[in-house]
């Protein structure tokens, strides 16, 4: 069965600081997709990023960057120099290839920065 | 484009009312995908409906259900409802399951008294 564990329930840092942000999975399938989702205090799942289990690339995004590695399972998302508007609640996900199955989500970390 | 449009955004009910929750995905997706958040059990699957069949179920009781339009437009519906259904239910879209990152809408907050 697929699981996602984020050790991290909560987080402080002050603004300009970087914060790394751990994910760990299990899953038992050769295909699968990793995903980050923000989470602001309005609610809404903002999409961050997707990776498929193939694409071990580290990807950076401006002040973002995803370090996926197989061998530890693991899925990091690193904010450099956070500011106060990253303050949220950020979810790992996975979803395993075979029967499409639907997102499975970590319990999230919140995230404060602190100016 | 617009984004997924849930409605209402909040909602007050009475126990054992029924309640129903409708979400617009995104113009082209035909990909919906109903979530339950709680404080203790965190973001859980509830339905995904794909070109109006049901695709996947998650681990809940019959009272919750759903259904997906010819326009893609989906609802859900909690029947007899309790207070533990209490929740921030999202929707999510996408043009097909899995074919890239969902999109979830801001939510319906449901408060059962």
């Known amino acids: 069965a697929q699981k996602v564990t984020q050790a991290q329930t909560e987080i402080s840092v002050v603004e300009k600081e970087d914060v790394t942000l751990d994910c760990v999975y299990e899953?038992?399938?050769?295909?699968?997709?990793l995903f980050w989702y923000k989470q602001p205090p309005s609610g809404e799942l903002v999409f961050l990023i997707r990776?498929?289990?193939?694409?071990?690339q580290n990807e950076i995004s401006g002040r973002y960057s995803w370090n996926f590695q197989k061998s530890t399972s693991s899925f990091n998302f690193t904010i450099t120099a956070s500011q106060v508007v990253d303050s949220a609640v950020y979810f790992c996900?996975?979803?395993?290839?075979?029967?499409?199955?639907?997102?499975?989500f970590g319990k999230g970390t919140r995230l404060s920065v602190i100016a | 484009k617009a984004g997924v449009t849930q409605t209402p955004r909040y909602l007050i009910k009475t126990r054992g009312q029924q309640v129903t929750l409708s979400c617009s995905p995104i113009?082209?997706?035909?990909?919906v995908s109903w979530y339950q958040q709680t404080p203790g059990q965190g973001l859980q699957f509830l339905f995904e409906?794909?070109?109006?069949?049901?695709?996947n179920k998650g681990n809940f009781p019959g009272r919750f259900s759903g259904r997906q339009f010819s326009n893609s437009r989906s609802e859900m519906n909690v029947s007899t409802l309790e207070l533990g259904d209490s929740a921030l239910y999202l929707c999510?879209?996408?043009?097909?399951?899995?074919?890239?990152?969902?999109?979830f809408g801001s939510g319906t907050r449901l408060t059962v008294v």
């Open positions: 996900a996975l979803s395993e290839a075979k029967g499409n199955t639907p997102l499975v």
């Open positions: 899953t038992r399938d050769t295909t699968y997709y």
């Open positions: 990776r498929n289990s193939f694409d071990e």
């Open positions: 113009s082209g997706h035909r990909s």
């Open positions: 409906y794909f070109s109006e069949t049901q695709r």
């Open positions: 999510a879209s996408n043009f097909a399951p899995n074919a890239y990152g969902y999109t």
